[in-house]
């Protein structure tokens, strides 16, 4: 009697990575942590004890407090404007993360687009973007980001445009570096022979093999973004009160440290440990998708 042994399919590149991740404990507990942070943010409106704006005086200030029957009142205390600091925390984690995730889903695409373009294409589509790329990463990003914000003014919509427009080079680079290599390879060629047009190739043929260092990249970069929100925020050209955005909440505490430690304190802490997440998960992606790191 023969027994049929079914033969194992080899695991994609993408099912390859990802397992290599779940291998990585540090990665793998720095993506729970930011899925923690996902969770609450879209969740805020649930949990949240407080109104983010209901602001009372006779709160001023207030340290962390445990109310009489077991409940907590103001757990995290309130800031100078007697608002609870940690419905304030719970909402302006959606700021953060939202301004990341839009910034990051635009830039990735428009960088991956032109990065494609600049270095299957060459010739002149390569020389304008490239140059494109060089003038813009000869400015400093933030100095950058306050001029543009400065001349088109504080709001959500803006910070989101304001960053789109530097963030794609980063990609940008990327793709094009990853293009450049993979327009040699022998599958390319066979599709160049079969008669398939620059456009097929571009997006079905070395698109899905440009995805991996794309992911690795906009991982990297969201930290980065966050910390741009915030610090544009701190400076009063973001998010404006009474939204709350963990940025206006340091900005608000600053002149209380001594006093009222808790009100920049904790939003200080939130951006730390998310970001510090964000750049432990984009670490472990690297390691997990460079084909570098795993040849025999």
């Known amino acids: 009697m023969t027994v049929a042994v079914a033969e194992e399919r080899p695991l994609s590149p993408?099912?390859?990575?990802?397992e290599?991740?779940?291998r990585n404990g540090t990665a793998l507990a720095a993506a729970v942590v930011i899925v923690?942070?996902?969770?609450?943010?879209?969740?805020?409106?649930?949990?949240?004890?407080?109104?983010?704006?209901?602001?009372?005086?006779?709160r001023r200030l207030q340290p962390p407090v445990w109310q009489e029957g077991g409940e907590w009142a103001f757990p995290l205390g309130c800031d100078s404007l007697g608002r609870d600091i940690l419905s304030r925390l719970l909402y302006g984690a959606r700021v953060s993360l939202t301004v990341a995730a839009l910034v990051i889903g635009?830039?990735?695409?428009l960088g991956t687009l032109l990065g494609l373009a600049a270095g299957y294409l060459r010739g002149w589509a390569d020389v304008v973007i490239s140059r494109l790329v060089d003038?813009?990463?000869?400015?400093?990003y933030l100095i950058f980001a306050i001029g543009l914000m400065a001349m088109m003014g504080p709001g959500f919509h803006n910070i989101v445009l304001v960053l789109v427009y530097?963030?794609?080079?980063?990609?940008?680079?990327?793709?094009?570096?990853?293009?450049?290599?993979?327009?040699?390879?022998?599958?390319?060629?066979a599709a160049r022979?079969?008669?398939?047009?620059?456009?097929?190739?571009?997006?079905?043929?070395?698109?899905?093999?440009?995805?991996s260092p794309v992911l690795v990249v906009a991982t990297f970069?969201?930290?980065?973004?966050?910390?741009?929100?915030?610090?544009?925020?701190?400076?009063?050209?973001?998010?404006?009160?009474?939204?709350?955005?963990?940025?206006?909440?340091?900005?608000?505490?600053?002149?209380?440290?001594?006093?009222?430690?808790?009100?920049?304190?904790?939003?200080?802490?939130?951006?730390?440990?998310?970001?510090?997440?964000?750049?432990?998960?984009?670490?472990?992606?690297?390691?997990?998708?460079?084909?570098?790191?795993?040849?025999?």
């Open 20 to 22: 290599r991740f779940a």
């Open 166 to 189: 530097k963030e794609w080079v980063f990609a940008c680079r990327v793709v094009r570096g990853e293009t450049l290599a993979a327009r040699e390879q022998d599958y390319v060629e």
């Open 36 to 58: 923690l942070f996902v969770l609450v943010a879209l969740l805020a409106p649930l949990i949240a004890p407080h109104d983010p704006a209901d602001a009372d005086l006779f």
């Open 193 to 211: 022979a079969l008669g398939c047009g620059s456009a097929h190739i571009m997006l079905r043929e070395i698109l899905p093999n440009v995805l």
């Open 135 to 140: 003038t813009l990463l000869g400015f400093p």
């Open 221 to 296: 970069r969201m930290a980065y973004v966050i910390i741009l929100e915030a610090s544009l925020s701190f400076l009063g050209l973001g998010v404006q009160p009474p939204t709350p955005s963990w940025g206006n909440m340091v900005a608000d505490g600053r002149d209380f440290l001594v006093d009222a430690w808790w009100v920049s304190t904790l939003p200080g802490l939130a951006i730390l440990t998310l970001v510090l997440a964000i750049n432990l998960a984009s670490q472990g992606l690297r390691d997990a998708f460079d084909p570098r790191l795993h040849q025999a």
């Open 14 to 18: 993408l099912a390859l990575g990802l």
């Open 106 to 109: 635009i830039a990735a695409v």
